[in-house]
């Protein structure tokens, strides 16, 4: 089976076993409840804050894709993700996040809310789709969203696959005004003179580092230095996945004053990030 001899490593051979049928049985359905979830509106976007950990005031937000089958319930996006990006069909779910995304924040704006930024996640799908920033134009034309307002958020991966297409559709995106940012920095193995060669404003600081500094000094070594990393190549730094209170001290402390985590807010559907939002507004006063 493909799938699996891949995973496996070259020049290994495979017998066929039942768990591998099902396996790619399973994988058949999913493409097939993704394309009619598509049509009949089972996919969702939800928003996670981000925040200025001092302040503790709205800076932007996250869009989370989520898929709610009817059949098998809610499917995390670790899981459809993968499938989607083999079967192409990531090309419209992502074009349908950004037309989500953007619109959502243009909602919030036009009830005049503060402005913020939204962050859309990109595969390296659909970074080597020809037709992406034209995707993109049709979805900021389509709500009459400012380029200004919209983050893209790539991983290390994203940039190793195809490497000059990407730099120019990233300077292109740069052109449109749009912000740059970096996702899982710290766990992909690209040098910080390769990475200083890419047009990034962003490094969001992987939740790894942020979850090790539970684990004493070691950890807070690594995230130390990965903050003095990020700082050194003079970018905006964003921690991810701060759950407690005693990480956000660690991170104000070493000058990383942007995060977004559990502690101050789960993915939400966009009205419950509106009244967050607007509840985070009020208290501020
Ligand atoms: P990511 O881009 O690194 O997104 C952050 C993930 O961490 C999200 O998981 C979020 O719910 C979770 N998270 C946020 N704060 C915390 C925290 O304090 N603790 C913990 N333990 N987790 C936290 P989610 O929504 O399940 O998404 C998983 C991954 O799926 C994303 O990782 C991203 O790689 C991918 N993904 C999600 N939506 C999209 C999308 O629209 N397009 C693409 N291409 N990928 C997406
Ligand atoms: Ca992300
Ligand atoms: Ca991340």
């Known amino acids: 089976m493909l799938f699996r001899s891949k995973e496996g490593g070259r020049n290994r051979f495979e017998f066929f076993d039942p768990s591998m049928g099902s396996q790619l049985h399973e994988r058949f359905r999913m493409e097939e409840s993704m394309r009619r979830g598509l049509a009949k509106g089972a996919f969702h976007v939800h928003f996670q804050p981000q925040i200025d950990a001092r302040t503790h005031t709205v800076l932007g937000m996250e869009a989370l894709l989520r898929w709610d089958d009817p059949e098998m319930g809610s499917i995390a996006p670790t899981r459809f993700i993968p499938v989607a990006e083999e079967t192409g069909l990531i090309l419209e779910l992502?074009?349908?996040?950004?037309?989500?995304?953007?619109?959502?924040?243009?909602?919030?704006?036009?009830?005049?809310?503060?402005?913020?930024?939204?962050?859309?996640?990109?595969?390296?799908?659909?970074?080597?789709?020809?037709?992406?920033?034209?995707?993109?134009?049709?979805?900021?034309?389509?709500?009459?969203?400012?380029?200004?307002?919209?983050?893209?958020?790539?991983?290390?991966?994203?940039l190793l696959e195809g490497s000059d297409k990407t730099l120019a559709t990233l300077l292109r995106m740069k052109e449109l005004g749009i912000t740059l940012a970096l996702d899982d920095f710290g766990t992909g193995y690209s040098s910080l003179s390769y990475l200083h060669h890419f047009p990034f404003d962003i490094l969001k600081i992987d939740q790894s580092f942020i979850q090790a500094l539970s684990s004493a000094v070691p950890g807070r070594n690594l995230a130390s230095t990965i903050i003095a990393m990020g700082k050194s190549l003079g970018m905006e730094l964003v921690a991810e996945g701060v759950e407690h209170l005693e990480q956000a001290h660690f991170l104000l402390a070493n000058g990383c004053n942007k995060a977004q985590g559990f502690l101050y807010g789960y993915p939400m559907s966009p009205e419950d990030f509106r009244a967050f939002f607007r509840l985070k507004l009020e208290t501020d006063q």
């Not at 996640?121 to 049709?138: A, C, G, K, T, Y």
């Open 94 to 158: 992502g074009e349908f996040v950004f037309r989500e995304a953007l619109g959502f924040n243009q909602s919030l704006q036009t009830e005049g809310l503060p402005q913020i930024r939204v962050a859309v996640n990109l595969s390296s799908v659909q970074m080597l789709d020809p037709r992406l920033i034209e995707r993109i134009e049709n979805c900021l034309a389509l709500t009459g969203a400012d380029p200004h307002f919209l983050e893209v958020e790539v991983t290390e991966s994203v």
